[in-house]
Protein backbone atom coordinates (compact mmCIF):
# COMPACT_ATOMS: atom_id res chain seq x y z
CA UNK A 1 0.00 0.00 0.00
CA UNK A 2 1.20 3.37 -1.16
CA UNK A 3 -0.30 6.69 0.78
CA UNK A 4 0.04 9.96 -0.47
CA UNK A 5 -2.25 13.08 -0.80
CA UNK A 6 -3.44 14.22 -3.38
CA UNK A 7 -5.18 17.73 -4.34
CA UNK A 8 -5.89 17.59 -0.84
CA UNK A 9 -7.59 14.19 -0.77
CA UNK A 10 -5.72 10.86 0.76
CA UNK A 11 -5.08 8.09 -1.05
CA UNK A 12 -3.99 4.56 -0.72
CA UNK A 13 -3.68 2.37 -3.35
CA UNK A 14 -2.19 -1.39 -3.91
CA UNK A 15 -0.04 -0.58 -6.76
CA UNK A 16 2.74 -1.31 -7.93
CA UNK A 17 5.47 0.69 -6.55
CA UNK A 18 7.21 1.36 -9.58
CA UNK A 19 4.04 2.15 -11.74
CA UNK A 20 5.05 5.84 -13.25
CA UNK A 21 2.76 8.49 -10.90
CA UNK A 22 1.14 9.62 -14.32
CA UNK A 23 -0.71 6.24 -14.97
CA UNK A 24 -1.77 6.32 -11.21
CA UNK A 25 -3.13 9.44 -11.92
CA UNK A 26 -4.55 9.18 -15.00
CA UNK A 27 -5.56 5.56 -15.01
CA UNK A 28 -6.48 4.95 -11.28
CA UNK A 29 -7.73 8.35 -9.88
CA UNK A 30 -9.26 9.59 -13.50
CA UNK A 31 -7.63 12.66 -13.37
CA UNK A 32 -6.82 13.41 -16.71
CA UNK A 33 -5.29 16.96 -16.57
CA UNK A 34 -1.90 15.75 -16.71
CA UNK A 35 -1.22 14.67 -20.44
CA UNK A 36 1.44 11.62 -21.76
CA UNK A 37 4.04 13.45 -24.15
CA UNK A 38 7.26 11.36 -24.11
CA UNK A 39 7.16 9.17 -21.59
CA UNK A 40 10.70 9.94 -21.13
CA UNK A 41 10.48 13.10 -18.74
CA UNK A 42 11.95 15.78 -21.87
CA UNK A 43 8.64 17.27 -23.06
CA UNK A 44 6.77 18.54 -19.27
CA UNK A 45 3.16 17.78 -20.39
CA UNK A 46 2.80 15.14 -17.68
CA UNK A 47 4.16 18.04 -14.68
CA UNK A 48 2.51 18.03 -11.42
CA UNK A 49 3.89 19.26 -8.41
CA UNK A 50 5.79 16.94 -5.16
CA UNK A 51 5.02 19.20 -2.25
CA UNK A 52 5.10 22.53 -4.14
CA UNK A 53 8.03 21.41 -6.62
CA UNK A 54 7.40 20.69 -9.93
CA UNK A 55 7.89 17.00 -11.09
CA UNK A 56 7.60 15.13 -14.54
CA UNK A 57 4.67 12.09 -13.27
CA UNK A 58 6.03 10.22 -16.56
CA UNK A 59 9.20 8.88 -14.93
CA UNK A 60 8.29 9.00 -10.85
CA UNK A 61 7.65 6.00 -10.00
CA UNK A 62 4.58 6.08 -7.06
CA UNK A 63 6.95 4.84 -4.69
CA UNK A 64 8.18 8.00 -4.76
CA UNK A 65 5.58 9.80 -3.28
CA UNK A 66 4.48 7.53 -0.62
CA UNK A 67 3.94 10.14 2.38
CA UNK A 68 3.91 13.20 0.16
CA UNK A 69 2.05 15.81 -1.25
CA UNK A 70 0.88 16.00 -4.99
CA UNK A 71 -1.32 18.80 -6.56
CA UNK A 72 -2.29 18.07 -10.26
CA UNK A 73 -3.78 20.85 -12.53
CA UNK A 74 -7.16 19.83 -11.13
CA UNK A 75 -5.83 21.00 -7.71
CA UNK A 76 -4.48 24.56 -8.31
CA UNK A 77 -7.56 26.17 -8.50
CA UNK A 78 -11.03 25.21 -7.33
CA UNK A 79 -12.65 27.60 -9.86
CA UNK A 80 -10.32 27.64 -12.07
CA UNK A 81 -9.26 31.36 -10.31
CA UNK A 82 -5.94 31.20 -10.04
CA UNK A 83 -3.98 33.88 -11.30
CA UNK A 84 -1.73 31.52 -14.19
CA UNK A 85 -5.17 30.11 -15.28
CA UNK A 86 -6.50 33.76 -15.55
CA UNK A 87 -3.43 35.24 -17.92
CA UNK A 88 -3.63 32.11 -19.96
CA UNK A 89 -7.54 32.49 -20.94
CA UNK A 90 -6.69 36.29 -20.86
CA UNK A 91 -3.51 36.13 -22.94
CA UNK A 92 -4.81 33.53 -25.37
CA UNK A 93 -2.23 30.95 -24.59
CA UNK A 94 -3.66 27.75 -25.85
CA UNK A 95 -3.60 26.68 -29.81
CA UNK A 96 -4.37 22.96 -29.47
CA UNK A 97 -3.69 22.53 -25.77
CA UNK A 98 -2.70 19.80 -25.23
CA UNK A 99 0.71 21.14 -23.49
CA UNK A 100 -0.58 23.27 -21.38
CA UNK A 101 -1.93 21.60 -17.84
CA UNK A 102 2.58 21.26 -17.64
CA UNK A 103 3.08 24.33 -19.21
CA UNK A 104 0.98 26.18 -15.72
CA UNK A 105 2.16 23.58 -13.28
CA UNK A 106 5.62 24.48 -14.52
CA UNK A 107 4.50 28.09 -14.03
CA UNK A 108 3.29 27.53 -11.19
CA UNK A 109 5.90 26.48 -9.20
CA UNK A 110 8.35 28.92 -10.34
CA UNK A 111 6.04 31.84 -9.13
CA UNK A 112 6.14 30.17 -5.93
CA UNK A 113 9.33 30.22 -5.84
CA UNK A 114 10.00 33.83 -7.82
CA UNK A 115 7.13 35.64 -7.27
CA UNK A 116 8.13 38.28 -9.94
CA UNK A 117 10.72 36.58 -12.62
CA UNK A 118 12.27 38.21 -15.79
CA UNK A 119 12.24 37.25 -19.00
CA UNK A 120 15.51 35.45 -18.43
CA UNK A 121 14.53 33.26 -15.37
CA UNK A 122 11.36 32.61 -17.17
CA UNK A 123 12.81 30.84 -20.05
CA UNK A 124 15.05 29.58 -18.02
CA UNK A 125 12.46 27.66 -15.50
CA UNK A 126 9.97 26.87 -18.67
CA UNK A 127 13.05 25.40 -20.90
CA UNK A 128 11.99 21.80 -20.24
CA UNK A 129 7.86 22.29 -21.34
CA UNK A 130 7.76 22.04 -25.26
CA UNK A 131 4.88 23.43 -26.88
CA UNK A 132 4.72 22.19 -30.20
CA UNK A 133 2.41 25.10 -31.27
CA UNK A 134 5.10 27.20 -30.72
CA UNK A 135 3.25 30.12 -28.20
CA UNK A 136 6.27 30.56 -26.26
CA UNK A 137 5.67 34.42 -26.57
CA UNK A 138 2.30 34.15 -25.15
CA UNK A 139 3.07 31.79 -22.49
CA UNK A 140 5.55 34.26 -21.29
CA UNK A 141 3.37 37.39 -21.51
CA UNK A 142 0.77 34.95 -19.48
CA UNK A 143 3.81 34.36 -16.70
CA UNK A 144 4.55 38.18 -16.24
CA UNK A 145 0.65 38.58 -15.96
CA UNK A 146 0.06 36.87 -13.58
CA UNK A 147 2.73 37.75 -11.59
CA UNK A 148 1.22 40.73 -11.51
CA UNK A 149 -1.96 39.71 -10.76
CA UNK A 150 -0.95 37.69 -8.00
CA UNK A 151 0.61 40.59 -6.63
CA UNK A 152 -2.55 42.91 -6.67
CA UNK A 153 -4.61 40.11 -4.87
CA UNK A 154 -1.73 40.40 -1.64
Not at 33 to 59: E, F, M, P, W
Not at 89 to 113: D, R
Not at 120 to 139: D, Q
Request: hydrophobic share 35%; charged share 15%.
Amino acid sequence: MIKFTINGEAKQLDVDPQMPLLWVIRDIIQLTGSKYGCGQGLCGACTVHLDGNAIRSCTTPVSAVAGKNITTIEGLSANGDHPLQQAWLNIKVPQCGYCQSGQIMSAAALLQQNPNPSDEEIVNAMSGNLCRCGTYPRIKAAIHQAAKLAREVK
